[in-house]
């Protein structure tokens, strides 16, 4: 290297400085105010005191948390289920294909998240294009209920974040190049066991990326609750944003931001130490 | 100006710099280069009433929109109760915004047009005399339905415990102080009561009533109802109206039990420096014509009496909770802000909803 | 050999998800023609809400404010992200390397709260600001620095830092060198992260709602359309939106097989 630590330094320090002000003191901040209490006509009032914790502590916040990593999970899972094998399916095509199908799949993605929430209601409520769809086909008499619980958050979930499954595990696949990718594409007769034998532990940075990619945002969304779930559950997002905005109760809000933050964090260091596990292990069998 | 020709060019000359002057003048005068912020809910607002008063007065509005009471708190606790010269909120979050301090000390002389309300309208409990806030709509919560659908609901108890045949068919208000108002007034108890045995009785009864709800819905009950998806929902009356206006078998009625009067105020925050421009839109906004056109327009209950008087009396055949009397509307309770309770509120509804 | 069930299963489910992902767009463009105006009646082909859109001064403003905001995020994510991703590249930190990826995992909506109570203590009580477009910039640009600063740090990790030292070992200045051998060579990196940032940006709602003052952005103006329930020029404006979001990818496409072939 020419230039040394200094002009390093000079490098990272303007997005440093930034970060320091608008990511640090942010975050400090309502770190802050966990341990102060609630005004009586809201705002902060600076005596310090645990009681916030002490409350986040209850059954009730822990059902909603149990909730919400239900639904996280759930998402998780289903869009793991489809973005694999769609994954697989695009890495396997020739590869002048590949980019127009990646493009066809993204594109959704490009409109506007709100409206195609807004366009899940049109489609699933008790006298929707689904349900009518249904009754046209005399499957059902009446309605179904597919709008206003778990299933239409989940479907939310899954219709809003599936690319950032995709795209973790697509890029994993094409690294393994296209021969790999095809042999063990090639689904015969023990195509399930080379399935779980060669691609998904060689996939697996990419999984566990895109796993994290979709279970962090679905943990902490509290439109898609608010707009498909009918408000009738709650999640860890509506009650932060509840506590913020209805309760004005800033300094209990930011406790429960805090333990979320912390238990994402948790989260993401252990999926690190995953990786780096498995680099290492992949590292040793290199080596041998 | 009407002179002698023969002294025309002069007069002529003398009228320019007269005019140059007064215009100069006029410019100079704070009010002509004033604009004022003023936050209203979304479509709360008659389309004519911000042009009218910027042509009768020459101050400029620049007219923001929030969603929710809530929504325009939070961005108040952002800029430390700055940012606006005026927000439109419901009557317990103007006291709250009053008891931080944020809320200006009106100057009744600046507001003649405060005679034009109803003498009750300035009796409310969160702010007694209309010392911090001006009453711009009001009215009342009870139960919105589809007559042609389902018979005609009496009780809140038809919402708490409905037919069978209304399960998974009726929506309930999403917002705190609305969502437990059922279950309190068919228990007798206050709507601002902070007694913790009181909420769990109510949030009991709330749980209960949750099996057969379709969803908690503040803002689209009314096009459930005009899709059919539901048959009775929990609805501000003026909402109501959106669904009658466009399927007139739709009906309100207030529950036996009684309920609330709520108060949408307008609230001058004590950060503006625009104190006597934010006066005039508050006189202005109580003339009997702009009354007229926020219940024509927006279909919402003034409790501006001259106003109401004027009204098209065909809208109140339309709309009949327009013509509930203000007499009837005063026996009912107005909400206050809950104070030390609110954590217990809030923590009340997670239990409902969570 | 190939199984051709396996295929098949592959293909089946691949037509599947897109069914899944266009369903709902082909609902709101098909009813963004419809007359009638309601989800649950057909009405009769019109443009009517096209013609209500283009009317519409909020949702032209909007539209306008939420250009300016992307465009400012995107610019201060590229000023200080690109750097960011060089000095990353040189230190080789574990920790620095780490700490990238920090914004990533705050959900937004605690973001959006923690903005609010540093904006109070020093724009607003120190400074006497306001909220506005600028502090959705600054909200919106806190994230995007992260995504290019990763994007451009991917590709510096196959730079060929040997063309920098040839480029200045022949005495071409540092300034030089940086726009004419190395700034080409990362410039996909760059592009590519802007990209991200404008498209994010365009379509961020939750910090946007709590961040922006008396100006709102397209996202904020949508929400309330649509919980303030059924309108159809919603469905005219996602048309709209899809047929941009085409046209770019369209264009976008073709700028990279010109590059590639040239």
Known sequence: MRRGRVGSAALVSPALLWWAGLLVLPVGLVLAYSFFERGVYGGVVYDWTLDNYRRAWDPLYLGVLGFSVRVALESTVVSLLIGFPVALFIATRPARWRTVLLVLVILPFWTSLLIRTYAWIVILNDEGIANRALRELGLVEGSVRLLYNEFAIVVGMVSTYLPLMILPIYAALERLGPELVEAAADLGANAWKRLWTVLVPLTLPGIAAGCIFVFVPSLGNFIIPDLLGGGRRQMVGTLVQSQFLEARDWPFGATLAVSLIAMLLALVLMQAWLGKRSSREEAVTRAV | ?354 | MRSRGGELSLGALFVGTLAFLYLPIAVLVGLSFNESGLPTAWGGFSTRWYGELVRDEEIKDAALATLVVALGATTLSVLLGTPLAFGLDRLRSRTLDGLVFVPMIIPDIVYAIAFLSAFNLVFTQKLGQQLGLWSVVLAHATFGIAFVAIVVATRLAHFDHSTVEASLDLGASELRTFLEVTLPQIAPGVIAGALIVFTLSVDEFVIAFFTAGIEVTLPIKIYSMVRFGVTPVVNALAAVVLGVSIVLVLAAMRLRGREEAA
């Not at chain 2, 809910?41 to 007219?63: N, Q």
């Open chain 2, 1 to 354: 100006m009407r002179h002698r020709p023969a002294r025309v060019a002069i007069l002529a000359a003398l009228a320019v710099l007269v005019v140059a002057i007064a215009a100069s003048a006029a410019t100079a005068r704070p009010e002509q280069s004033v604009t004022l912020t003023i936050s209203n809910w979304d479509a709360y607002t008659p389309e004519d009433l911000i042009p009218r008063f910027e042509k009768a007065t020459g101050i400029k509005v620049k007219l923001a929109k929030h969603t929710t009471n809530e929504d325009i708190m939070g961005k108040l606790e952002a800029q430390n109760g700055g940012g606006y010269d005026i927000v439109f909120v419901s009557g317990p979050f103007a006291e709250a915004l009053r008891k931080r301090g944020w809320a200006a000390r009106l100057d009744h002389k600046k507001i003649p047009n405060l005679k034009n309300l109803y003498p009750g309208a300035s009796k409310l409990a969160y702010d007694r005399g209309n010392r911090y806030s001006v009453p711009y709509t009001w009215g009342t919560t009870g139960l919105c339905w589809r007559s042609d659908l389902t018979r005609q609901p009496k009780s809140w108890w038809d919402l708490l415990r409905p037919a069978p045949a209304l399960r998974g068919k009726i929506t309930m208000l999403a917002t705190d102080r609305w969502l437990m108002l059922p279950a309190l007034k068919v228990l007798g108890y206050s709507i601002n009561t902070t007694n913790p045995a009181h909420l769990k009785r109510a949030a009991a009864l709330l749980e209960e009533a949750k099996k057969n709800l379709l969803a908690y819905d503040d803002t689209t009950f009314y096009s459930k109802l005009v899709s059919g998806e539901a048959h009775l929902v929990q609805a501000w009356d003026g909402w109501c109206n959106y669904g009658i206006a466009e399927n007139p078998k739709i009906k309100f009625v207030v529950p036996k039990e009684g309920s609330d009067v709520w108060v949408d105020t307008m609230v001058v925050l004590a950060k503006s420096k625009n104190l006597d421009a934010a006066h005039k839109f508050l006189n202005f906004v109580l003339r009997p014509d702009s009354g007229k056109s926020v219940t024509e327009l927006v279909l919402y209950k003034t409790p501006n009496e001259v106003a109401m008087r004027s009204v098209k009396k065909a809208l109140a055949k339309q709309f009949p909770n327009l013509a509930i009397p203000p007499k009837k509307l005063l026996t009912y309770e107005t909400e206050r802000d809950l104070g030390k309770a609110q954590p217990l509120w809030s923590r009340t509804v997670s239990e409902i909803v969570g």
